[in-house]
C-alpha cells in the first residue's frame, strides 16, 4: 500500500500486519507490540458487538476484523492524536462499516454507549501503577503504560458496565498485577473463567497474563498451558509463528 495524503511520512510509519491489513503509527510514540497481538489471538471467540478500550493505533479492532466474525467493534481512545492516527487506519482498510473510533475518556463509555450494549470488551490497558497526574497529548507513551489517565479499577468496573449479562471480557497484563485483577473483577460482578500466562522462553518466568470473564456467571477458573514465545534456539515458537499468521 502507498502513502496516500493521510499519512506524513515524516513522522508516522504504514505497517503491514501480513494479513491483508494495515495500521498507521508514530514513529516516535507508543507502537503496538506481541500483547495486543496475543490479546487478539485470545478474543477471537467474541461474536455480536464488540468494545476495544484504551484502543491506542486501534490494532486489536484490526486484527478482530480480520480473526472474528464480530458484527461491529467500537474502540475508544483518550489521546486525539492516537484516535485519529486509529480512525484513519480503518479507513485505509476500508473497515469504516465495521469499526468506529471514538476519542473519549474510557469513564465516559457507559454514558456515550449505554449500559449492558456489548457481547465483548477488549483492553490493553496500562500496566504500570502511578502516583497520579494528567499527561499531555505528548504523553501518549507516559499514558500507554503508566496509569495516568485511567486505573485498572476504572477499567473493570467500566467494563463491567458496558458488557451484557454473560458478556465476555478480555484482558491482557502483567502477572505481579494479578491478586489485584482477579479481586476488582469479582468485586465488579466479572467472573474470571480463562487464564494463560505468556513466558518470554520455557526457562524463563511469565511476563504476561491473558485473562477471560463472563459477566455474572458462576465462578470456576481455568488454566490453558502456558504460551512460549521463543524456542530453545532463541526463534519463535510455532504457536507464536501460527497466531501471527507466518
Known amino acids: 500500500m502507498e502513502f496516500d495524503d493521510r499519512i506524513d511520512p515524516t513522522w508516522q510509519t504504514l505497517d503491514d500486519l501480513q494479513n491483508g491489513y494495515y495500521v498507521i503509527q508514530s514513529k516516535d510514540g507508543f507502537r503496538f507490540g506481541i500483547d495486543a497481538v496475543l490479546l487478539a489471538d485470545f478474543a477471537k471467540t467474541a461474536t455480536g458487538r464488540a468494545v476495544d478500550l484504551c484502543t491506542g493505533s486501534g490494532i486489536i479492532p484490526i486484527l478482530l476484523s480480520a480473526k472474528t466474525q464480530l458484527e461491529r467493534i467500537d474502540a475508544v481512545e483518550i489521546h486525539p492524536t492516537a484516535a485519529e492516527m486509529a480512525a484513519q487506519s480503518v479507513s485505509l482498510n476500508g473497515l469504516d462499516d465495521r469499526i468506529y473510533v471514538k476519542c473519549a475518556d474510557l469513564r465516559t463509555a457507559p454514558e456515550i454507549y ?30 500507554a503504560r503508566h496509569e495516568v489517565m485511567c486505573t485498572l479499577e476504572d477499567v473493570i468496573s467500566v467494563s463491567s458496565k458496558l458488557l451484557k449479562p454473560l458478556a465476555r471480557f478480555y484482558m491482557v497484563h502483567r502477572p505481579h498485577r494479578l491478586a ?8 465488579y460482578k466479572i467472573e474470571p473463567k480463562l487464564m494463560r500466562f505468556v513466558c518470554p522462553s520455557m526457562d524463563k518466568p511469565a511476563n504476561m497474563v491473558l ?20 524456542d530453545r534456539q532463541g526463534n519463535y515458537t510455532k504457536e507464536i509463528d501460527y497466531i501471527y499468521g507466518r
Open 114 to 143: 449505554g449500559k449492558s450494549v456489548f457481547d465483548a470488551v477488549t483492553v490493553n490497558p496500562p500496566y504500570i501503577r502511578s502516583g497520579g497526574g494528567i499527561a499531555s497529548e505528548g504523553d501518549m507513551k507516559l499514558a
Open 180 to 187: 489485584d485483577i482477579i479481586v476488582l473483577m469479582r468485586q
Open 211 to 230: 485473562i477471560q470473564g463472563i459477566k455474572n456467571a458462576k465462578s470456576e477458573l481455568k488454566l490453558m498451558p502456558d504460551l512460549y514465545v521463543y
